[in-house]
């Protein structure tokens, strides 16, 4: 991921979140809970993501470890 | 909020059309060729199948469950923890395809259209699309224009390319194994299976079986067209070099060579297709929407959209690095996953459909015996499954008699496209008969659910 883009992206997340820190207390509290929750997976990928040998997504794992294999037992069949 | 909005037949079987359509466009269709070769064109049969299962397992939920979607029947068949947990895979599935699809079509935009625009602004803007559409209804209306465009943009394509096509790649037909074939099926039930997000928006969709039967239509339109695209694929390049290609289809278009000055067709194309694609993303988008909104119980959806499209752009741009990352795993793992998560679910789900059916005494059928509208909608529906059953009996008995008779293998392609299109037609008239059903009795009303 491009630097500059990060920066841009972490600036907009802080923006969204202290918009979501105004905006929570006319939710109800369990949509507020999700949001929160979302906003905090996010910042966290986004700091893990800052470790380049991280492998972050479940998506890459499946994709890196059983794509492989399913390719080879369908060209052995 | 979702209940309030209503769609119609019609508007549902394009919408599926929209959604299946365009899933292979990107990222299958190469590996399904590597494994099937020149019998490529026989890849979506067994998925058309399946994807009917999944709309008759909504059915038996519409009918079930009246006014609830699946997250909510999730949640009330299996209590609050077992029902969460199991919605909670149901949304890790739904923001797999969301990824795949964002990032598949972002690498394809930079590919084909933007190769100096930065994949993270086209991925940026994409999602930004994404979030400002909020309700099914605009997505259905704006793939009211799109859809039909899209398909008969297609079949323009197979025709400008009318003088590229030499029968000749297409030899041996059948010549692949049958375990080749098969794969090349199994690679797109993934795609078909798709279908499963629609569950989401199951009380928008008033008549259980007028939804099943646009959906199976809208299956129809998919499989019969992505076959003549294949076949058009196969035609024009041969499985060698298609099988070899990122994308395919849009080597395909940049193929048509009408005249001097018409150059560069493939730009109308995309122009149509991008919206296509668009529409599919959506589609899921409000899906996973819908499923987060069912775990606050609440019914307004605003607030969760910008959250989580933050989290889609950063966790699309960290999955698939490569573009050959995301042919791979729609090829290679896509189904798995999907079957994995779908079979036993669907099982599970039509076992509690039918058991509350039968505590309520709600198993008659939706149109009454006897009349001549039940007769015309069980001919017909016995004429469109027999059709798509001789789709795949025509490919085996032409497999089991191509070492013995192999001028029969050519007959093959003509039965299996006039079958495709019998159940197409068949499939058609069936929803129209329930629909004119639903009017003649005035069942067809906004709020009441049969």
């Given amino acids: 991921m491009d630097k500059v883009f990060r920066i841009i992206f972490g600036c907009v997340l802080l923006f969204m979140f202290f918009r979501y820190l105004r905006k929570r207390k006319r939710w109800e509290p369990s949509q507020s809970r999700i949001v929160g929750l979302l906003y905090l997976l996010t910042f966290l990928i986004l700091i893990a993501s800052l470790f380049p040998n991280v492998q972050l997504m479940p998506i890459n794992y499946i994709n890196d470890y059983f794509s492989p294999q399913m390719k080879m037992w369908v060209k052995q069949s | ?450």
């Fill in chain 2, 1 to 450: 909020m979702l209940q309030r909005q209503v769609i119609n037949h019609r508007q549902v079987a394009w919408l599926v059309g929209g959604v299946l359509m365009t899933g292979g466009m990107i990222g299958l269709y190469q590996s399904i060729i590597q494994v099937a070769k020149v019998d490529a064109w026989l890849f979506q049969i067994i998925p058309i199948m399946y994807a009917i299962l999944i709309a008759y397992v909504l059915l038996e939920l519409g009918h079930a469950f009246p006014g609830k979607n699946l997250f909510e029947i999730l949640f009330l068949v299996c209590g609050k923890w077992v029902g969460g947990f199991i919605n909670l895979i149901l949304l890790l599935y739904i923001w797999m395809i969301l990824v795949i699809d964002v990032k598949g079509l972002s690498y394809f935009v930079k590919a084909s259209l933007l190769p100096q625009t930065p994949l993270e602004v086209i991925l940026l803007v994409f999602i930004l699309l994404m979030m400002s559409y909020r309700t099914l209804e605009v997505t259905a209306r704006v793939n009211e224009i799109f859809f039909p465009a899209n398909v008969i943009s297609s079949l323009l394509m197979l025709c400008l390319l009318i003088n590229e096509y030499d029968v000749q790649r297409l030899d041996p037909i059948l010549s692949t194994s049958l375990k080749g074939i098969f794969f090349g099926n199994y690679m797109t039930m993934g795609m078909f299976g798709d279908v499963l997000l629609f569950g989401a928006f199951l009380p928008m969709f008033i008549q259980p079986r007028l939804f099943f039967t646009a959906i199976k239509h809208g299956v129809m339109i998919v499989g019969f067209a992505t076959g003549l695209i294949m076949l058009g694929l196969l035609l024009v390049m041969g499985h060698s070099i298609a099988s070899r290609l990122s994308y395919p289809v849009l080597a395909l278009v940049q193929q048509i060579h009408v005249t001097d000055f018409l150059d560069r067709v493939d730009i109308f194309l995309l122009s149509i297709w991008f919206p296509s694609f668009a529409i599919k993303v959506i589609v899921a988008f409000l899906a996973l929407l819908t499923g987060i909104g069912s775990f606050a119980g609440g019914t307004q959806h605003k607030p969760f959209i910008p959250s989580l499209g933050l989290f889609l752009i950063i966790t699309a741009l960290l999955s698939f690095p490569q573009v050959e990352d995301v042919e791979r795993f729609v090829g290679y793992s896509y189904t798995s996953v999907v079957l994995f998560i779908q079979v036993p679910l669907l099982l599970f789900l039509w076992i509690r459909g039918r058991i509350e059916r039968r505590r309520a005494g709600n198993l008659k059928s939706d149109l009454p015996h006897g009349t001549r509208y039940n007769q015309f909608y069980r001919t017909m529906e016995w004429t469109s499954n027999l059709s798509i059953l001789g789709c795949l009996l025509t490919a085996l008995i032409g497999k089991w008699c191509f070492e013995q008779y192999m001028f029969l293998s050519q007959y093959v392609i003509i039965i299996v496209v006039v079958l495709l299109v019998i159940a197409l037609v068949t499939s058609y008239l069936q929803m129209q008969t329930v629909n004119r059903y639903l009017h003649k009795t005035g069942r067809k009303k906004i709020g009441t659910y049969t």
